[in-house]
């Protein structure tokens, strides 16, 4: 098995790694204390591809032989500097743009795929609701079909990335409240809550971390979604949503893994500069022992990640191995961002250093994209035999 990264998506490896130490980095300190959303840097990320690898040549991208993994590669530099901007690559590709080339119309490919690409519209995806989380098939918001057509929307969905910065997104809710099974009435649909009346968009001002990224609710009352926004058909919004979280969790895994490397990298340069008892930290057994854990699990964590990007790459769902790159690196990154506060000492707990940061960040992986528990669900299953 050839370990090495194919040329084109190493070059892309090193575009992400130069947009990210040349354009976050500078300000990041900045943007973190002051929780700052860059639009132009969306756009730049558009303009440099990092939106298109997976995405057709005729809808804006240029979609590589290697396009998922290019796109891990990518979440994975950009969350080495910064866990919020790497977020993007969720909410324009592997979220909006994927599903809708997935399963949407020649029309809507058209009108929002090589807009989500290039970064002229933000996207989103709106799936949890205050009473809605794991639990997908539990959620209220529903779209009533009318004579005309269209729908007629009400509901709310919350912690949605972007929601008040988003041109265009993904919105889950329910067509059939009587179907039964009851996720066989949940419907996907195409919005621009911006344009469409009925949409409020709420940021969400107070959170733990991610502090460069938009996130907000929305809220729909007697919204009316006109009936070319229907992605799919009626009652298949429970598979579409499934299917997009197996890109999505993709994608944050990659992310997990790029928070690991930065993880390591601050510890191991604390590590050869702070000096106790004489000599550098890291000349101390148990110091060595925490660098060594920290390393090897984001070795094994990348190393999933490539395994569920190439599955893919050959046309494979690969929700089994996306599930398990999930739930590693997951766990990986927050074990490495308590390792790295546990090294700098009295120093991680101050802000002058990246280690609140990284910490903070890291705990999101965890919950996004389907908890650790739902990944365990996942993985159980199929080591059961009881998914195939």
Not at 139 to 145: E, G, I, N, R, V
Request: aromatic share 10%; charged share 25%.
């Amino acid at each position: 098995m050839n370990f090495e990264l194919p040329e084109e998506v190493e070059l892309l490896r090193q575009s992400a790694r130069r947009f990210a130490e040349e354009k976050i980095k500078p300000t990041q300190d900045e943007d973190e204390k002051n929780h700052t959303f860059r639009p132009e840097l969306v756009r730049e990320m558009g303009e440099l591809g990092f939106f298109g690898t997976v995405i057709p040549e005729k809808y804006g991208g240029f979609e590589m032989e290697h396009g998922f993994l290019a796109a891990a590669v990518v979440s994975m530099e950009l969350a080495r500097v910064s866990a919020s901007w790497s977020l993007p690559i969720n909410m324009q590709m592997m979220g909006p743009a994927l599903t809708i080339l997935r399963f949407g119309s020649e029309e809507q490919r058209r009108e929002y795929i090589p807009k989500l690409v290039s970064g002229e519209y933000f996207g989103c995806f709106a799936m949890t609701e205050p009473n809605t989380g794991s639990d997908v098939a539990s959620m209220k918001t529903h779209a009533d079909k009318q004579a005309d057509g269209s729908y007629v929307c009400n509901g709310q969905k919350t912690w949605i990335s972007n929601a008040h910065v988003a041109d265009a997104g993904l919105l889950y809710a329910y067509t059939d409240r009587e179907a039964k099974p009851r996720h066989r009435g949940m419907s996907a649909f195409v919005i621009e809550p911006k344009r469409w009346d009925g949409i409020q968009a709420i940021p969400i001002e107070e959170k733990f971390g991610l502090y460069c990224s938009p996130t907000g609710e929305l809220i729909f009352e007697d919204a009316k979604l006109p009936a070319t926004a229907l992605l799919g058909e009626e009652g298949k919004g429970f598979k579409i949503c499934m299917s997009q979280l197996d890109g999505t969790r993709l994608s944050c895994a990659a992310r997990a893994v790029g928070l690991g490397q930065a993880c390591l990298d601050a510890s191991v340069e604390y590590a050869n500069e702070r000096k106790q008892f004489g000599k550098p930290i890291g000349d101390f057994q148990m110091v060595q022992a925490q660098i060594a854990d920290m390393y090897a699990e984001h070795e094994a964590a990348k190393l999933l990640v490539y395994q569920a990007a190439l599955r893919r790459d050959k046309g494979e769902r690969a929700t089994r191995e996306t599930s398990v790159a999930k739930f590693f690196a997951a766990e990986a990154a927050v074990h490495a961002a308590n390792e790295t506060m546990k090294i700098f000492g009295s120093y991680g707990f101050s802000n002058e250093y990246p280690c609140g940061r990284l910490l903070r960040d890291a705990k999101s992986y965890q919950i996004v994209e389907g908890t650790s528990n739902v990944q365990k669900m996942i993985i159980s299953g199929y080591a059961l035999g009881r998914r195939s």
